[in-house]
């Protein structure tokens, strides 16, 4: 009975703690007594921690902000081309100033706008090294590790040596089902190796890019592919592999399908043939946009449960903290799987379009 009961407390500690290491990152609220200092725009923060942003940051202690600044770089209309830390822009947001003409602009997601000597502002040239960016490279060079650290271990080992285990196991095994049940069914054995790096290459950069999302510390928490910025060029690159590899089969089907008469003339059917081929990419897009950030957003949205039930009392806090953390411990449990399934997803859909530009010519 006492071995039940430590075991009870020490599973409510931990959803307990569990709950505050989620929230830790989001910003705190002072509360005195039943009233509220400061009112809580849920919908704000939530689409605030899913945007890109200039810094990467880490937690609010005690009302200050910890954040790793990243470098700006952008070409005024006349000025030319700056670099410098995105600490000189938000220090100089607190003192409601510009810094060389450059601003941190509200109203536009915190976008760096350029204040011209005539007043008026305009968006410069950006190519500043946000935090999407800098995870995104995080994952290549984390990708590069992987696959490195495997090769060196196939070179390395004896040809009658056992099938890989542990880590360069497990990487076979994912490898092995994503090329032969994926791309390898969905293409056909004849075309599949030419587009098996591309389709590999994708699946495990949405993969790993999903899993360090669902980090909530540094060096992950980054919405990266819940940015549709990025979803929507890895659905072009499909689109370009689709539409600039496809074989005369394929274009003779969008542009002289085989139906009747009256459905090509006037061309019915081929305008919507042609309209299908931007239809497709723009549904890898957004499946996988509004997906990753769906969960991001329903996980955080719980998080500032806690904070809100805190600030009308004391005990309804106490018992929301305990719901609201063993459902975040549950959607997290369950973004794991969507973290695949996403990565899956787009890798099996972006393989079928592949697979149908490239038909088999039928003789009638």
């Not at 505050?20 to 910003?27: A, C, D, E, I, V």
């Not at 990467?56 to 600044?69: A, C, D, E, F, Q």
């Not at 081929?270 to 990419?281: D, H, M, N, Q, S």
Request: net charge neutral.
């Amino acid at each position: 009975m006492k071995h039940r009961l430590r075991l009870s407390l020490n599973c409510y500690l931990f959803v307990l703690l569990m709950g505050l290491f989620l929230g830790s990152g989001l910003p705190s609220f002072a509360v005195s007594g039943h009233q509220k200092e400061k009112e809580i725009n849920v919908s704000e923060f939530v689409l605030e921690h899913l945007a890109d942003s200039y810094d990467w940051h880490i937690t609010t202690w005690n009302g200050h902000h910890v954040s790793i600044p990243l470098p700006i770089i952008v070409k005024g209309k006349e000025s030319g081309w700056h670099l410098f830390s995105s600490a000189h822009l938000h220090k100089a947001a607190e003192q409601n100033k510009d810094y060389k003409g450059f601003f941190l602009n509200p109203e536009h997601h915190n976008k760096i706008y350029e204040r011209l000597p005539d007043g008026t502002i305009e968006r410069p040239w950006d190519l500043s090294i946000t935090k999407d960016v800098l995870e995104i490279w995080l994952v290549v060079f984390i990708l590069c590790g992987v696959f490195l650290y495997c090769a060196h271990w196939y070179k390395k080992r004896d040809a009658q040596s056992d099938a890989p285990k542990g880590f360069v196991g497990m990487m076979e095994m994912l490898v092995i089902t994503i090329n032969d049940d994926v791309i390898k069914s969905s293409i056909g054995e004849k075309h599949y190796k030419r587009y098996a790096p591309y389709l590999l290459t994708v699946f495990f950069f949405i993969f790993t890019n999903n899993l360090l999302g669902l980090i909530p510390i540094f060096p992950g928490g980054a919405n990266v592919t819940g940015n549709i910025n990025i979803t929507l060029f890895l659905a072009i690159g499909t689109m370009l592999l689709v539409n600039l590899f496809g074989n005369k089969e394929y274009w003779k089907e969008i542009l002289w399908p085989n139906v009747p008469l009256w459905l090509k003339i006037p061309p019915v059917m081929p305008l919507i043939e042609v309209f299908g081929i931007f239809t497709k990419p723009f549904a890898l897009m957004i499946r996988l946009f509004a997906n990753m950030m769906a969960g991001h957003a329903i996980i955080l949205s719980f998080t500032f449960v806690i904070f809100m039930t805190w600030q009308i009392s004391s005990t309804m806090g106490s018992i929301f903290t305990v719901f609201s953390a063993l459902l975040m411990v549950f959607l997290n449990c369950l973004e794991l799987l969507v973290a695949f399934l996403q990565a899956y997803v787009f890798t099996l859909l972006s393989s079928v379009f592949i697979g149908l530009s490239l038909p088999e010519h039928h003789q009638e």
